[in-house]
């Protein structure tokens, strides 16, 4: 017996409650949980009792329940029940938006319950897993969304494609999904995948409530087997572990659905019902204090109360982890939840330990032979006889059921009988007895090991038989079947083989009611085509009314015998081949007998079979009288191996000696494969490091080439200015030298001529001033030549930074007016798509607003083509880090991480502008809108959007 245990957990305020201004109505100390109806501190209020209740309302408070504390207290006794063979069930409930997916799956780096049990399942199953010990892990992954159950562990082009799978429930096994696909997992990197994958197919949407509202429940199933070999004794348990995350309970009037939301939370809303009348009926059935009647518990009113059936009232530890809000608003909610974990603790279920029938036997026979040694012993076997046989009457009386009365009254028969037999003192006849014990266990601790693999027994089964010969593979069956001739994929490269069994086999169409024994996926099948019958000896085949049916190209109507190569045809496409071993035998004989009587080979065997009902009986007679010496050769064999125990014991230590040799065989390939795993990985690290250092170099390669290119436009630049002043003094040397000759000869010519040639003179005198002051004017054009030459270089720099043609007016000199009347920068929201954030980044300049929706990545990329063009000061520009993920399984980032991220992206684009628009080398240079976005890709509508 074990009750279901439960955990309730408080998560924080969140943004809705936040903004309404509601007040905390939960307090929790140890394990008690107390609802107050206005807030903390008032009168009104109401107490719970669990096993567990987390704090997780604040993490400044002391007793703030993390992720791990949350693992360690449940986790830790799943794992325990799944290792003692039991099965175990975790499931959280709760209304919408509640942190129920959270607290199962998690987000970011804090992950949940889901992900820390699988990756603590695989680090103990490495620590015990050695040569007598072997582990095996599947997984499984559906969602029951709208009642219908689908597999999410498929591709996403599949899921839209997939039908709805079928619930059916297995006379032992109880309740199981028909064609959900299960996955063999070696290590949680594969189960990883696995959740990832089945999480982005899972259905979620928007509500009132949760912007991220699961729509659907969710159950993550893990089948774990071990085997292993304990004294000699071999060992087999099973443990089916179900993860469950539902879906929340929700109201309309909180949340606003209309539509298809309004469906979806309906029919959730009708599963939980039903979850908590099954939770009622099976509460009140183990209430001790009243009558012990048979309840009726409505399972299979919901898909998801009947998948879970064991898990509820039956073989299966259960943990229940009730997620409740903390604010005012949410009270009726809150105190519904309480309610019903509340009733859920009451649930006392009856778990097993799910061991192999066969194990088990050789167990009780073990512990049957340790018993009948300890009676060999006289007066203290007979006392602890007694004291065993005191403790089964009083297990009697407390017996309930009268299937438990009948076991321990068995037992109680089994110990008379032991106590009469060890007081006789009759120690011969335990020694038979013993010896008798003995050699049955042994006998099947031998079949135990001796057992087939999988493959081998459904080959048993359908009477099949492999041989090979050379390079061909001959399947060989006892019973007649259908040989499909057109597989419907032409991808498929496998046969498939049609069984038809004593009686009637009916032949249809996928989905018929009642379904038929063969079923085709094919339009042009009736839904019952045909009916084959089978009496032993004969196969008969009947076509329904109005269906097509061609045998050897001939249509048929009615009952038709068939014989061994026949082929028929079904509706306008599908072709079988059928086969009749039986038949064919009888045949090949009857072609042999006729070419060892010298006849001519048998031209047509099929026309000269007339009879095949008598040539049969004939056969079976021959078969009989066979089989009847075969049986007398057996028991020849057993009388000549009854003597010889000797070679038997020895044959025994042959196989002990070869299975052990397999299994070495086998640990050995399983190291080899984890070897080259290792060298795969190791593969891909030097790849990536690879790849990483070709950017490197490719990186610093690009910068220097663009730092030659500096200089080599610096170096131009600067001859350039040295030619245009050499020109500059030339021209100028050269005036001086006129000017001089001809001041020279006005002096000689003053000396000889006459005052007509000092007029002449003053003449000359002030041509040369005239000539001076060209002179001087012409180098204050080189100089203005010069001042445009420096303009003409700037407008260079400028075009070689952003390749834009010259900046019209209305921008020029923007770069000395201050920052903030020619920008402005915020990023005011952000948003979730599919697996990653955008943030929404406005931008106005000079008068011109428009926005931009950019990843972390868009910004890392505008950081790395910044740092490239101006390193010096954007190396000295700090940019917010990258958000370290978990490598063990990635989380969503919270609300409060984003927003933070936010405020640090806005202040790091105000800081990187302001500091690199005033250099004319940087494309934030005096530039408008049409300049940026042809410039930088980041602040273009419709680049980055991806």
Same mark, same amino acid.
């Given at each position: 017996?074990a009750?279901v245990r439960?955990?309730v957990?408080?998560r924080?305020l969140?943004?809705?409650e936040?903004?309404?201004?509601?007040?905390l109505?939960?307090d929790?100390?140890?394990q008690?949980?107390?609802l107050?109806?206005?807030?903390v501190g008032?009168?009104?209020?109401q107490?719970?009792?669990?096993d567990?209740?987390?704090?997780?309302?604040?993490?400044?408070d002391?007793?703030y329940?993390?992720?791990?504390?949350?693992?360690?207290?449940?986790?830790?006794?799943?794992l325990?029940?799944?290792?003692?063979?039991?099965?175990a069930c975790?499931?959280?409930?709760?209304?919408?938006?509640?942190?129920?997916?959270?607290?199962?799956?998690g987000y970011g780096?804090?992950?949940g319950l889901?992900?820390?049990i699988?990756e603590?399942?695989?680090q103990r199953?490495?620590?015990?897993?050695g040569?007598n010990?072997?582990?095996?892990?599947?997984?499984?992954?559906?969602?029951?969304?709208?009642e219908?159950?689908?597999?999410l562990?498929?591709?996403p082009g599949?899921?839209?494609?997939?039908k709805?799978l079928? *619930?059916r429930?297995?006379p032992?096994?109880?309740?199981?999904?028909?064609?959900?696909?299960?996955?063999d997992?070696?290590?949680?990197?594969?189960?990883?995948d696995?959740?990832e994958?089945?999480n982005?197919n899972r259905?979620?949407?928007a509500t009132?409530?949760?912007?991220?509202s699961s729509?659907?429940?969710?159950v993550?199933?893990l089948?774990?087997?071990?085997?292993s070999?304990?004294?000699?004794v071999?060992?087999?348990?099973t443990?089916?572990?179900?993860?469950v995350d539902?879906?929340?309970?929700e109201?309309t009037?909180?949340t606003g659905a209309?539509?298809?939301?309004?469906?979806?939370?309906?029919?959730?809303?009708k599963?939980l019902?039903?979850?908590?009348l099954?939770?009622?009926?099976?509460a009140?059935?183990s209430?001790?204090?009243?009558?012990k009647?048979e309840a009726?518990?409505?399972?299979?009113?919901?898909?998801l109360?009947?998948?879970?059936k064991d898990s509820?009232?039956g073989?299966?530890?259960?943990i229940?982890v009730?997620?409740?809000?903390?604010?005012?608003?949410n009270?009726?909610?809150t105190?519904?939840?309480?309610?019903y974990?509340?009733r859920?603790?009451?649930i006392v279920?009856?778990?097993?330990?799910?061991?192999d029938?066969n194990? @088990?036997?050789?167990?009780?026979?073990r512990?049957?032979v340790d018993?009948l040694k300890?009676?060999l012993?006289?007066?203290d076997?007979?006392?602890?006889?007694?004291?065993?046989r005191?403790e089964?009457?009083?297990e009697?009386g407390?017996?309930v059921?009268?299937?438990?009365?009948?076991? *321990?009254?068995?037992?109680?028969?089994?110990?008379?009988?032991q106590?009469e037999?060890?007081k006789s003192g009759?120690?011969?006849?335990l020694?038979q007895m013993?010896q008798?014990q003995?050699?049955?266990?042994?006998?099947?601790?031998?079949?135990?090991?001796?057992k087939?693999?999988s493959m081998a027994?459904?080959?048993e089964?359908?009477?099949?038989g492999l041989?090979?010969?050379g390079?061909?593979?001959?399947v060989?069956?006892?019973?007649?079947h259908f040989v499909?001739?057109?597989?419907?994929d032409?991808?498929v490269?496998?046969?498939?083989?049609y069984?038809v069994?004593d009686?009637?086999?009916?032949?249809?169409?996928?989905?018929?009611?009642?379904e038929?024994d063969?079923?085709?996926?094919v339009s042009?099948i009736?839904p019952?085509h045909?009916l084959?019958?089978?009496?032993?000896?004969?196969?008969?085949l009947?076509p329904?009314?109005?269906?097509e049916?061609?045998?050897n190209?001939?249509?048929?109507?009615?009952a038709?015998?068939?014989?061994?190569?026949?082929t028929?045809?079904?509706?306008?496409?599908?072709?079988f081949?059928?086969?009749?071993?039986?038949?064919?035998?009888m045949?090949?004989?009857?072609?042999e007998a006729?070419k060892?009587?010298?006849?001519e080979g048998?031209?047509?065997?099929?026309?000269?079979?007339?009879?095949?009902?008598?040539l049969l009986?004939?056969?079976?007679r021959q078969?009989k009288?066979?089989l009847?010496?075969?049986q007398a050769?057996?028991?020849?064999l057993?009388?000549k191996?009854s003597?010889?125990e000797?070679e038997r014991?020895e044959?025994a230590?042959?196989?002990e000696?070869?299975?052990r040799?397999?299994?070495?065989?086998?640990l050995?390939a399983?190291m080899?494969r984890?070897?080259l795993?290792?060298e795969?990985?190791?593969?891909?690290?030097?790849?990536r490091?690879?790849?990483?250092?070709t950017?490197?170099?490719?990186a610093e390669?690009?910068?220097?080439?663009e730092?030659e290119?500096?200089a080599?436009f610096e170096e131009?630049?600067r001859?350039?200015?040295e030619?245009?002043?050499?020109?500059?003094?030339e021209?100028?040397?050269?005036?001086l030298?006129?000017?001089?000759?001809e001041? *020279?000869e006005?002096?000689k010519?003053?000396?000889?001529?006459?005052?007509e040639?000092q007029?002449?003179?003053?003449?000359?005198?002030?041509?040369?001033?005239?000539a001076v002051?060209?002179?001087e004017?012409?180098?204050?054009?080189t100089? @203005?030549?010069?001042e445009?030459?420096?303009?003409?270089e700037?407008e260079?720099?400028q075009?070689?930074a952003?390749?834009a043609?010259?900046?019209?007016s209305?921008?020029k000199?923007?770069?000395?007016?201050p920052f903030?009347?020619v920008?402005h920068?915020?990023?005011p929201?952000?948003r979730e798509r599919g697996?990653?954030?955008?943030f929404k980044?406005?931008?106005?300049?000079l008068g011109?607003?428009?926005c931009l929706? @950019?990843r972390y990545?868009?910004?890392e990329e505008?950081?790395?083509?910044?740092?490239?063009?101006m390193?010096?000061?954007?190396?000295?520009?700090?940019f917010?880090?990258k958000?370290s993920l978990?490598?063990?399984?990635?989380k969503?980032?919270?609300?409060?991480?984003?927003?933070?991220?936010?405020?640090k992206?806005?202040?790091y684009?105000i800081?990187?502008v302001?500091?690199?628009?005033?250099?004319?080398?940087?494309?934030?240079?005096e *530039?408008d809108?049409s300049?940026l976005e042809?410039t930088?890709?980041?602040?273009r509508?419709g680049?980055?959007?991806r």
């Open positions: 017996m009750q439960v955990a957990r408080v924080p969140n943004s809705r936040i903004e309404r201004k509601s007040k109505v939960v929790m100390r140890g008690q949980t107390v107050f109806k206005d807030h008032s009168d009104d209020f107490k719970f009792t669990f567990h209740s987390y704090w997780s309302f604040d993490k400044k002391s007793h329940a993390t992720q791990e504390e949350v693992f360690n207290d449940l986790g830790g006794d799943v325990k029940s799944a290792f003692d063979g039991f099965n975790v499931f959280a409930y709760g209304q919408t938006g509640a942190g129920k997916s959270y607290t199962m799956m780096e804090e992950i889901i992900p820390r699988c603590a399942l695989f199953v490495e620590a015990q897993q040569d010990t072997k582990f095996s892990v599947t997984a499984s992954y559906l969602e029951i969304y709208n219908k159950v689908k597999d562990l498929v591709t599949a899921k839209k494609s997939s709805a079928r *619930v429930e297995h032992k096994t109880g309740p199981f999904v028909d064609g959900l696909s299960t996955h997992v070696v290590d949680y990197q594969q189960i990883d696995l959740m994958l089945g982005q259905t979620t949407a009132g409530m949760n912007d991220t729509r659907s429940h969710a993550f199933t089948i774990f087997k071990q085997m070999f304990i004294n000699g071999p060992a087999e348990k443990s089916k572990i179900n993860l539902l879906a929340g309970s109201r009037s909180s209309t539509g298809l939301r309004l469906k979806e939370g309906g029919n959730i809303n599963s019902t039903t979850l908590g099954c939770i009622s009926a099976l009140e059935r209430n001790p204090k009243k009558k009647k009726f518990i409505p399972y299979r009113d919901s898909v109360t009947w998948l879970l509820l009232g073989n299966s530890k259960t229940m009730a997620a409740i809000s903390p604010a005012d608003i009270h009726p909610e105190l519904s939840t309480l309610h974990a509340n859920a603790k009451n279920n009856k778990p097993i330990v799910n061991e029938e194990v @088990r036997i050789i167990r009780e026979l512990a049957e018993r300890e009676l012993g006289g007066e076997a007979v006392a602890k006889l007694q004291t065993e005191d089964t009457l009083k009697l407390e017996a059921t009268e299937e438990e009365k009948e076991v *321990v009254q068995a037992k109680l028969a089994q110990l008379d009988s106590m037999t060890a009759n120690k011969e006849g020694a013993l008798m003995e050699q049955m266990m042994n006998a099947m601790v031998s079949d135990w090991k001796g087939f693999d027994q459904i080959f089964d359908r009477a099949l041989s090979e010969k390079r061909a593979l001959t060989e069956s006892q019973l007649p499909s001739l057109n597989l419907d032409p991808l490269t496998g046969i498939v083989l069984y069994h009686g009637d086999t009916v032949v249809g169409q996928v989905g018929a009611e009642p038929p063969i079923c085709l996926e042009d009736l019952h045909c084959v019958h089978y009496d032993g000896t004969v196969v008969t009947t329904t009314e109005g269906a049916v061609l045998v190209g001939g249509p048929v109507v009615d038709v015998e068939l014989h061994q190569g026949a028929v045809q079904l509706g306008h496409e599908t072709m081949r059928f086969n009749h071993p039986v038949e064919a035998r045949l090949r004989e009857k072609r006729e060892a009587e010298g006849k048998a031209a047509d065997g099929f026309a000269k079979f007339t009879s095949p009902a008598r009986s004939d056969k079976m078969d009288e066979r009847a010496k075969v050769e057996v028991e020849a057993q009388q191996v003597v010889s000797t014991a044959e230590e042959r196989l000696s070869e299975r040799e397999r299994e070495e065989q086998l050995s399983a080899e984890a070897r795993e290792q795969i990985l190791d593969l891909q690290d030097q790849e490091d690879l790849q990483e250092k950017r490197l170099e490719l390669q690009r910068q220097k080439m730092e290119q500096q080599r131009e630049r001859l350039y200015r030619q245009l002043e050499r020109e500059y003094q021209r100028l040397q050269q005036k030298k006129v000017s001089e000759e001041l *020279v006005i002096k010519t003053q000396e000889v001529q006459s005052e040639q007029r002449q003179y003053a003449k000359l005198l002030k041509e040369k001033e005239d002051r060209a002179a004017a012409q180098r204050a054009e100089d @203005r030549m010069l445009e030459t420096k303009r003409i700037q260079k720099e075009l070689a952003f390749a043609a010259p900046k019209p209305a921008f000199q923007s770069a000395e007016l903030d009347e920008w920068i915020s990023i929201e952000y697996s990653y954030v955008v980044v406005m931008i106005t300049l011109e607003s428009w929706w @950019r990545s868009h910004f505008l950081h790395k083509q910044m740092e490239s063009k390193r010096t000061i954007v190396s000295n520009i700090s917010p880090k958000h978990s490598l063990a399984f990635k969503k980032p919270d609300d409060e991480f984003l927003a933070n991220r936010a405020r992206l806005e202040a684009l800081n990187l302001s500091k690199t628009r005033t250099r004319s080398g940087s494309p934030f240079y *530039v809108r300049i042809r930088v890709p980041f602040f509508n680049a980055m959007e």
